[in-house]
């Protein structure tokens, strides 16, 4: 199966990407609610938990691995591929790729939790591949607040949006990674605050869907130990009904979590 | 030792109301930050959560107990006082008694996190003093965050205040329970909000240091198994710039928290 991830139904937009590019294989998603969120955590607890559910989702049949949640992915991949011997995917670099193949004007905006912009990680990646490009990030800790509270569209969630996102736009970005699983459910009101034309908005939850399809598509080995069957699998370590909700908000329908 | 646990460092309202009160006395808190915000999580997860608090105090010397957290004390208080045989404290009754005492219409607002309210607590006891009362009750989940992020007096925290508290305004009430030991630090924007003279705010932090401070008085046999000396231990299961941050504010000076 395709084990997914994240600190609790936020990464939902990222089976939801899964499902729809690769229909055919099973998933099996871990949020790990009665931890969440992550973003406010500290790195040490943060590698700690993203061990806890790659092991909870190898232990129930998984043979892929998406860190579908920021934060994690950005301070606990490499100590997750060193520890386990399945591929790893994870939302990060197949988002920076695709914000660094789309800029013109070489300024890319992240935003994303305290924890992933202080781990510095897109920086990093998106100077690895183009040195000259010129990264700003801005840590939006409310912005999942908002999400989980269904505050998608209100007045009070515009104005925040435009204190968080009005420096960046002063300085000509042309592309802004979406960096936290929850950010995809304000796409619009965040694409209305930057510019419809002038600033492309990248979906991590979508990119990293189109990584592992490439993937698998070539190495035929590995897509071959998946599971067919649609009867995908979503597990939470605590249930709410705002998880419900979101994971409802997510999908369009209803999604059956279960407690474990 | 006088043992205070909190999901986070809101409580630590609680210890400073405490040790203002009764400098003799040496206190322990703990802050679960590891597994914080409870608010948002099931009844479940709290009690259990709120067990594993109260285990490491006892065990670290704690003779007497308060729950310094709202959404531990809706769910969790009555189970620790059939599991524990240490004096148990918490953040409702105190403040219920003070919104009971100082209400002269009848018309009583609480505001708390969704764990709180969905409990029913509040009401619960309130009706129970003065059957003919009426409750009226916000869950107002955005204001952790926002005082996390520390945006005590900012345009957007006035705006989010001003939603949740104008239903609460229009019922015409003349005491206002602060039922999350973070709202304190909200009390001048939500004073400002519901009319300074038209509205009693009531602070169970303070409320419940009073109690503790008469229920000593009146049991010197207790009080004598407590530890003097001005040695506070602030431990966390978690550590986070942010928290020391708001531990800082919420004592006027900087408070070494020790990780476990």
């Known amino acids: 199966m395709i084990g997914i991830f994240d600190s609790g139904v936020g990464g939902m937009t990222v089976a939801r990407a899964v499902e729809t590019l690769l229909p055919e294989y099973q998933i099996i998603y871990y949020g790990d609610l009665a931890r969440t969120p992550y973003g406010s955590k500290s790195s040490e607890a943060i590698i700690q938990y993203s061990i806890d559910n790659t092991e909870f989702l190898l232990g129930h049949g998984a043979r892929v691995i998406i860190i579908a949640c920021n934060s994690a992915a950005s301070v606990a991949s490499d100590i997750l591929r060193q520890k386990f011997d399945v591929p790893i995917f994870e939302v990060i670099t197949p988002a920076v ?116 399809q490439k993937y698998l598509d070539e190495n035929p080995v590995v897509a071959e130990t998946l599971q067919h069957g649609n009867v995908n699998k979503y597990f939470v370590s605590d249930m709410t009904q705002a998880a419900v909700a979101i994971a409802e908000k997510i999908f369009g329908r209803h999604i059956a979590l279960e407690k474990v």
């Not at 960046?168 to 796409?187: F, R």
């Open 97 to 212: 790729e695709r914000a660094v193949a789309s800029s013109v004007t070489g300024n890319i905006g992240i935003i994303g939790t305290r924890a992933t912009i202080r781990s510095g990680i897109y920086e990093q990646k998106i100077k690895q591949q183009e040195p000259g490009f010129r990264v700003f990030s801005e840590a939006c800790p409310m912005l999942v607040p908002l999400v989980e509270e269904g505050w998608i569209d209100t007045r009070e969630t515009k104005m925040i949006l435009r204190k968080y996102l009005t420096p960046l736009k002063q300085k000509q970005i042309d592309a802004l990674v979406l960096g936290c699983t929850h950010y995809p459910l304000l796409k619009d009101s965040i694409q209305h605050c930057m510019g419809k034309n002038r600033t492309r908005l990248v979906d991590s939850s979508i990119e990293v869907a189109l990584t592992l």
